[in-house]
């Protein structure tokens, strides 16, 4: 697992160089991930991850929740400003270079986050503008690789299943996405997309 989310990760890195796409907002993105030779370009580059087990066991202590195995890798391997995976409709937030994950503290802990994680979710990404995509610890898995559920912003009680685990969810393509917003215009009455 941990090859494989390694291997997702830097072709989807090589991809988006390839693209010219590492480029993001220069007065956020810390001095040791900008680019060199053009820091005030916003051109950044990934870094090896400085998050520890030490983070993760305080993060899961803050939000009383276990991360799945597959993220804590995730988290523990490159930090990004922007990472456009092959499913564009998920929508990651910056990982900085931070012990105390502040970007992904934010999304679980406070505002929406908050009032999902009382039902058991835990937001990790956002779905374009439209939602959340969280882990649902509601039901028990195999070593906490909870699967990955959808939450439309407008309906926090019903969460509608998206990947299998983590790792799918990394696996998937544009095609995951529109399968999703297929099922639920069908859930909500809406004309789907053949």
Not at 14 to 23: E, G, H, K, T, V
Not at 113 to 118: M, N, S, T, V
Not at 129 to 134: E, H, K, R, T, Y
Not at 157 to 185: M, P, Q, W
Request: aromatic fraction near 12%.
């Amino acid at each position: 697992m941990k090859n494989r989310i390694q291997e997702i990760v830097d072709e989807t890195l090589a991809r988006m160089q390839a693209d010219n796409a590492l480029i993001g907002p220069s007065s956020l993105i810390p001095a040791e991930m900008l680019d060199n030779e053009s820091p005030d370009s916003g051109k950044w580059n990934p870094i090896p991850s400085i998050v520890t087990d030490e983070d993760l066991d305080r993060l899961e202590g803050k939000i009383g929740l276990k991360l799945p195995p597959s993220f804590r890798t995730f988290l523990q391997y490159k930090h990004f400003d922007t990472l456009y995976l092959r499913d564009h409709a998920i929508w990651l937030p910056p990982h900085y270079p931070d012990h105390d994950l502040q970007r992904f503290q934010d999304r679980m802990l406070h505002g929406w986050g908050e009032l999902i994680l009382a039902g058991g979710y835990i937001s990790f990404a956002a779905f374009v503008d439209i939602g959340f995509l969280c882990f649902d610890t509601n039901f028990p898995q195999e070593n906490n690789e909870w699967k990955v559920v959808y939450i439309d912003h407008e309906n926090l009680e019903v969460a509608h299943d998206y990947a299998e685990n983590f790792l799918a969810l990394l696996e998937g393509d544009e095609e995951t996405s529109f399968r999703c917003i297929d099922k639920l215009n069908a859930y909500n009455g809406y004309p789907t997309v053949e």
